[in-house]
């Protein structure tokens, strides 16, 4: 093969941009995603007071506000080595619980949904939540709409605020639940817990009864055989807010499982000269570039990544669904991007049979919900975002300033399997040299899929999902531009 | 008339804040309690729920634009904006969620949704607090834009 070498300084600021070269033939000989990367956050943070992090990282990203909070808040109580009381842990996990009930329900309504309700071939004016409200009827619609907003109720009541929470503290939360607030929750969790057995009736009519989905989710460009990583409770079941960092092999296998304190001990990250962010990849099996199977330690996490490393839901209707899906697939681990829809939508179930259990446990209106902090000293902090696994970390100084900063994001765990998604789809789509819209949309599936969040302005106008396709011929010359909404 | 001014931005991102730093100087001239001003850092399905049930809402955000100059500011009817998203892969865009809420029936949409842009060329992409140069120049003649556009009102 061809070295290639991209010059520096198109590195990529501000949108997603995939750069695709083709060989003499006109096939695809390899493809590039440059995702934009904020810079600058540990000077940011330096000599700020910590208790300040979980209210300003839940600003990093219009996203994840709440896994960032809680991130962050995770980091400040190993920090000042303080416990929270059972009854703040669980009012976490219930708010938590409220965050993946209207991301999910984002994602596949509005986001990856399209793809499949509307179909992969329908122009990009159709493609969206408006082709799917014409699909399925405005009282799916409207059913949709309320349960996102139900989510983002449940975070508001536990957290202040919905989009960015002021509630978590070190040691604790800063407010408990009263009766009519628990009533209320009860209400919602119930109607969102129907939502979602509806949203996986939704997928098994429209997707898995059509044989062409299937396939098209079983097709060789979508398939990716790597490591998975996600958190994992003391029964290897999926947990979102706690736990152990578990990782397993192509065949489910567990390949090691620890404590975010050692998450650097097993994990180290790869540069590359074309783009900011840095590969993570496992250190027992070492980088051997963007390459699948056993001897290459690229890792995926997100919905189907934590699907992968556990052993199944810690609810029981969850549990049922996750089952089924290792049976329709052929069993662990499943290896296919576009399973990440289905994926989630097993998540949204599991969140919300989980809140209704939260919400009935006597403790969650305990008044004990915060425990007095230790002495300031470093910590890290792990959930699990909507996307992947995120963790801070955090080095205080006496004076519980920040010291030192990092953030580990989601997207960035997932940074080299995407750039394999994309270069394989592109393969499976462009041969000869010709390339047509479908292309884009194509390739744009296999990134979609992982529901990446490109760390930029959280809406700085028109912005847009922000993508450009160019495409290179063997010259290394410009041959193609597709781009979307830019 | 029930009005609602949203300065919409991110604070630690630099130029992208600058629709909250206009809405800060907007708030200490206008008093009126049929007028509501607020910040939000937030797009689409958010943005929208946060203006349902105002008869006018005036949104003061950063614009990207190729063609119009660093620091000018411009006065853009909602209709004009048909390829507005939200810059942010797992939200739709504002234009979308007001033609979703329509479709549903949602009968609360302000009559008149209007944008005052601060033109901007690159998203930040480096974490900080202050304006550039350019677009702090640019946040008084936002200001009194918005001012008009209340102005106007009456």
């Keep these: ?486 | 008339m029930k009005t609602i001014i949203l300065g919409v931005g991110n604070l630690i991102l630099g130029d992208d804040g600058v629709g909250v730093h206009v809405v800060n100087e907007v708030k200490k001239r206008i008093k009126d309690p049929n007028i509501t001003i607020d910040e939000a850092i937030t797009g689409g399905m958010n943005l929208l729920d946060l203006i349902l049930g105002y008869d006018k809402a005036i949104i003061i955000d950063a614009v990207k634009s190729e063609t119009s100059e660093k620091g000018s500011v411009k006065r853009i009817p909602i209709g004009d904006f048909n390829t507005m998203h939200s810059c942010n892969p797992h939200d739709v865009s504002l234009i979308e969620a007001i033609k979703m809420a329509e479709k549903l029936g949602e009968t609360k949409i302000p009559k008149d949704i209007v944008i005052i842009g601060i033109i901007v060329k690159e998203i930040p992409c480096e974490f900080g607090e202050k304006l550039s140069k350019d677009i702090a120049a640019a946040v008084p003649k936002a200001v009194e834009m918005t001012i008009n556009e209340i102005k106007n009102l009456r």
Excluded at chain 1, 56 to 72: E, L, N
Excluded at chain 1, 126 to 140: H, M, S
Excluded at chain 1, 170 to 187: A, H, M, Q, R, Y
Aim: proline share 5%; hydrophobic share 35%; glycine share 8%.
């Design chain 1, 1 to 486: 093969m061809k070295t290639v070498t991209i010059d520096p300084i198109t590195r990529l600021e501000g949108h997603g941009k995939i750069s695709i070269f083709l060989n003499n033939e006109g096939d695809v000989e390899n493809a590039y995603l440059q995702i934009p990367e904020l810079r600058g956050f540990e000077r940011f943070a330096q000599g700020r007071r910590a208790e300040d992090m979980p209210q300003i990282t839940s600003r990093i990203c219009g996203v994840c506000p709440v896994a960032h909070h809680f991130a962050a808040t995770k980091a400040l109580d190993a920090a000042f080595s303080v416990e929270p009381p059972s009854a703040a842990k669980k009012l976490r996990e219930l708010m938590y619980m409220g965050y993946f009930i209207y991301d999910h329900t984002l994602h596949f309504y509005y986001l990856g949904g399209p793809d499949f309700v509307v179909g992969p071939d329908a122009p990009p004016a159709k493609r969206n939540v408006i082709g799917v409200i014409e699909k399925a009827g405005v009282e799916i619609g409207k059913d949709v709409i309320k349960h996102r907003a139900y989510g983002q109720k449940i975070t508001a009541i536990l957290g202040g605020k919905a989009t960015h929470p002021v509630c978590g503290l070190p040691g604790g939360v800063s407010k408990g639940l009263n009766k009519d607030e628990v009533k209320d929750i009860k209400t919602m969790v119930d109607s969102c817990i129907n939502f979602a057995k509806f949203s996986l009736k939704l997928f098994d009519d429209i997707v898995l009864q059509n044989k062409d989905y299937v396939n098209l989710i079983l097709s060789d460009p979508y398939q990716l055989e790597t490591y998975n990583m996600g958190l994992v409770d003391k029964n290897n079941k999926v947990n979102f807010y706690d736990g152990k960092i578990r990782l397993t092999d192509q065949k489910g296998k567990e390949k090691v499982k620890f404590d975010v304190k050692d998450y650097h001990k097993h994990v180290a990250e790869h540069v590359e000269e074309w783009t900011y962010i840095k590969f993570p990849y496992l250190k027992s099996i070492g980088w051997k570039g963007f390459k699948d199977g056993k001897e290459s330690g690229i890792y995926r996490v997100g919905p189907l990544g934590r699907l992968n490393v556990a052993e199944g839901m810690a609810t029981p209707m969850a549990d049922k669904e996750y089952k089924k899906m290792y049976e329709t697939l052929g069993g662990k681990s499943v290896n296919s991007t576009l399973a990440f829809h289905w994926a989630r939508l097993i998540e949204l179930l599991y969140a919300t049979e989980r809140a209704k259990e939260l919400i009935n446990d006597p403790e969650i209106t305990s008044q004990k919900i915060r425990n007095p902090v230790g002495e300031p000293g470093e910590g890290m902090g792990v959930t699990e975002a909507a996307r992947g696994t995120l963790i801070h970390h955090y080095k205080l100084t006496k004076e519980g300033l920040i010291d030192k900063a990092n953030l580990i994001v989601a997207t960035t765990n997932n940074a080299g399997a995407i750039n394999m998604s994309v270069r394989d789809a592109a393969k499976g789509v462009i041969k000869k040299g010709d390339v047509s819209n479908k292309t884009l949309n194509m390739v744009e599936m296999a990134f979609r899929a992982y529901d990446p969040c490109f760390a930029c302005a959280t809406h700085t106008l028109p912005g847009g999902m922000p993508l450009e396709v160019k495409i290179f011929n063997h010259n290394k010359k410009l041959y193609k531009t597709l781009r979307q909404n830019l």
